[in-house]
């Protein structure tokens, strides 16, 4: 997987020049699909209090993977950050 950040113009471009190709099989088709789903500005970081998830990790005996996996399952449907639209 590749991570890009592009700026307007650029994926404008990009978009472009996969629209000009003249043959669109599934995977160029999936291509297009997800550049015109890419919108990263509007994505909130992530922010989580690593100090904290460092020191329950060590208590419990568990990688900070885990730590964040417990958490994200305690959160309630109204806790839950709402889907991109």
Request: hydrophobic share 40%.
């Amino acid at each position: 997987m590749w991570v890009v950040r592009l700026s307007d113009k650029q994926l404008e471009v990009i978009k472009a020049l996969v629209r000009s190709e003249e043959r669109h099989g599934p995977t160029l088709s999936r291509a297009l699909e997800s550049l015109e789903l890419a919108r990263w500005d509007e994505l909130p970081d992530a922010q989580l209090p690593w100090d904290r998830v460092g020191e329950m990790a060590g208590e419990q005996g568990i990688s900070e993977a885990d730590v964040v996996w417990d958490l994200t399952g305690r959160l309630t449907d109204r806790e839950a950050p709402a889907p991109p639209v």
